[in-house]
């Protein structure tokens, strides 16, 4: 079981470009320090030069980079966000969708917890239901 969702990172992209047509610049927002990521950013610049748009990346490590990064990302008029989920993404979701929401730019996020705080769509596994089966693991054993 995992929630790493690097290989949806295409798909929520095409998610937001039939969302928000005409969609040409979308904003990424990444942990740096999560080793992850840069696979995620990969995959999602090889889909994003098929849909023909254009990525921008932001880093944030701390909840005060996340308003420096929300700042560079208006003022560069991105029309949409990706947040790429990881802890410190995670444990900001609410902030995230505050601020998405006060800036009026659609955000996706990797789990559907986002979206119950204000955010616009998320893309990923479920939570509830991995901690369901790992309970059915648990139980096996």
């Known amino acids: ?15 937001l470009k039939e969302l928000l047509s005409p969609l040409t610049r979308v904003a990424i927002l990444y942990n740096p320090e999560d080793r ?11 889909a994003a030069d098929k849909l023909k748009l254009t990525l921008r990346a932001y880093e944030a490590r701390s909840s005060i980079e996340i308003d420096e990064a929300f700042t560079r990302i208006v003022d560069d008029h991105a029309q949409a966000l990706i947040i790429f989920s990881d802890g410190l993404t995670t444990a900001h979701q609410k902030k995230l969708a ?7 730019l659609p955000a996706m996020f990797g789990f559907r917890e986002f979206t119950e705080m204000g955010g616009l769509v998320s893309y990923g596994s479920s939570n509830t239901a991995m901690w369901r089966r790992a309970a059915y ?4 054993f």
Do not use: F, H, I
């Open 1 to 15: 079981m995992t929630c790493v969702s690097s290989e949806l990172a295409g798909k929520r992209l095409q998610l």
């Open 36 to 46: 992850n990521k840069p696979w995620e950013y990969k995959q999602t610049q090889e």
């Open 98 to 104: 505050d601020l998405a929401l006060a800036n009026k």
């Open 137 to 140: 693991y648990v139980d096996k």
